[in-house]
């Protein structure tokens, strides 16, 4: 017997079925996770677990099969950083290179800055914005004519106006940076004039105004990754790793996200090692934390931990001293000239070591009152406290008990050391010599090979008057097997 009319349609499909898919919201991603701690990148994206699929239209019946593809790590992907993003591509950096962190400017410091009502918030944020040598040189670069942003306000043209006024003009002692309150209300829409604010919520609003104007121009829809290679994020940008391990299979779930500050909890801490320490402290998922791992199929306990994955070229350390309700945690914070984060990296980094170079202040109870100051570090290394209109030579830093932002640059030196310190192949034949060899002794390591000139020259012994001139320690001298051919033949000469 054939069907009624009314049942043969209800199990017809949809005639426009592209009409209907439109309607549902976007297909979720899925992307598979490492338990190396390498991440996994595919040659092609995963298809959505969720996706629709579209028919083709002479044929709307078909059935259509959905198969997710398994990754797998080659060997050209298991040799890229963790760093690397997922599913990265090749794609031209919006700013090349490194900003340099020599002193730019002739003068050693720059002007105090007038309080125009209830700006100190500003003015002390700006100070260690001026006084950040990375951000001379991407600054004076900056031309007014080439600026993307025509009509509005740009955050880097008026940041560059009171830089070259502060630390270019000394026609006067101090300057007010009108060029940058007049747009207060475009870096922070909620920020009101002659009203006190929390600097540090200025700082970040600040520096977004600064990314801001360097993405203008781009597409609105422009990829986090390619977002990420400003000269803000070359500057000020980090990564943080978030791992999970999971405590049955010990399989590592990492989740990366960039950073353009460090915000540490100082509650029950004293010194700046400690909070660092209390951040990267692991902490155990367990009773209703437990850990879903997607190996075990179930709810486990777990490990999570943070850690510094890639480390800013200026490290900008905020410490938490206003509770949500708003109460100061006053008690002071001990923190020094010198920081090392080899301790908080997520592979350990020989001389990674950081100078202090600025402190934010703050003197009162609240976040949105009190007064906010702050001391920086000249061009000759020489510190000065800059409260508002006043600028005083002070000694160094180290000890403010009202610190609440910490400003440090990545020392000189650091790729060369790592360089240095890391291990060669096995099969480089310089690797044995200078694995074995002292620091202080390198220098006689790579000498070691011999000069067509110095092929006739023997060890002689011990001249009887004693020898003037560079002497190699006595430690050095015992330990290394043989001396030194162009030694002995300069010593004979002399």
């Known amino acids: 017997p054939s069907a009624s009319p009314e049942h043969n349609a209800s199990r017809q499909p949809a005639r426009d ?89 002739p003068s050693d410091i720059g002007k105090g800055l007038n309080n125009t009502g209830n700006t100190c918030f500003l003015n002390s944020a700006l100070q260690c914005l001026l006084h950040t040598a ?29 830089m070259l006024e502060s630390l270019t003009h000394r026609s006067r002692a101090t300057l007010t940076p009108y060029q940058v309150t007049n747009g207060l209300r475009a870096i922070a829409k909620h920020m009101v004039r002659g009203r006190q604010e929390d600097s540090h919520e200025f700082l970040r609003f600040a520096v977004d105004a600064l990314q801001k104007s360097c993405l203008a121009g781009q597409p609105p829809r422009l990829d986090p990754k390619i977002a990420e290679t400003t000269w803000v994020h070359k500057i000020f940008g980090g990564r943080l790793r978030s791992r999970v391990t999971c405590g049955q299979c010990h399989q590592h779930s990492d989740t990366f996200d960039s950073i353009l500050d460090l915000s540490l909890e100082i509650n029950g801490v004293r010194t700046l090692r400690e909070a660092l320490q209390k951040f990267t402290k692991v902490d155990h998922l367990t009773g209703s934390n437990k850990y879903k791992c997607e190996k075990c199929k179930r709810l486990v306990p777990a490990q999570k931990q943070f850690t510094v994955h890639n480390a800013p070229l200026v490290l900008t350390i905020h410490l938490k001293r206003f509770s949500p309700l708003g109460r100061k945690i006053g008690h002071p914070i001990s923190y020094e000239e010198r920081l090392s984060l080899s301790s908080v990296m997520s592979e350990r980094t020989k001389n990674l070591w950081y100078s202090l170079y600025g402190v934010i ?82 220098a006689q390591a790579m000498n070691k090979r011999k000069r067509p000139e110095d092929e006739g020259v023997t060890e002689s012994p011990e001249p009887k008057r004693p020898f003037i001139g560079p002497v190699l320690p006595l430690h050095s001298m015992s330990s290394a097997p043989s001396r030194d051919p162009q030694a002995t033949a300069l010593q004979r000469k002399i």
């Open 361 to 442: 202040c703050h003197a009162g109870g609240g976040p949105n009152s009190g007064h906010y100051f702050a001391h920086v570090k000249g061009g000759k290394g020489v510190w000065y406290e800059m409260n508002d209109e006043s600028v005083t030579r002070c000694r160094p830093s180290t000890d403010l008990k009202n610190a609440y932002i910490l400003f440090y640059i990545r020392e000189k030196g650091h790729n060369l050391q790592n360089a240095l310190h890391s291990t060669a192949p096995a099969h480089s034949p310089v690797s044995s010599s200078l694995q074995s060899t002292p620091r202080h002794s390198l």
């Open 134 to 162: 990375p951000l001379h040189h991407v600054l004076n670069k900056h031309e007014k004519s080439e600026c993307r942003i025509k009509n509005g306000f740009c955050m880097s043209c008026a940041l560059k106006t009171v």
């Open 17 to 105: 079925r592209d009409a209907f898919f439109s309607l549902l919201p976007p297909s979720v991603e899925f992307v598979e996770g490492s338990s190396s701690g390498a991440l996994v990148v595919g040659h092609s994206k995963l298809e959505p677990i969720n996706a629709f699929p579209k028919p083709a239209r002479s044929d709307v019946r078909s059935t259509v099969i959905v198969s997710t593809p398994r990754l797998t790590i080659s060997p050209q992907c298991a040799k890229e950083p963790k760093g690397t993003p997922l599913n990265s591509s090749k794609h031209t950096d919006l700013f090349a290179g490194i900003p340099s962190t020599n002193w730019f400017f």
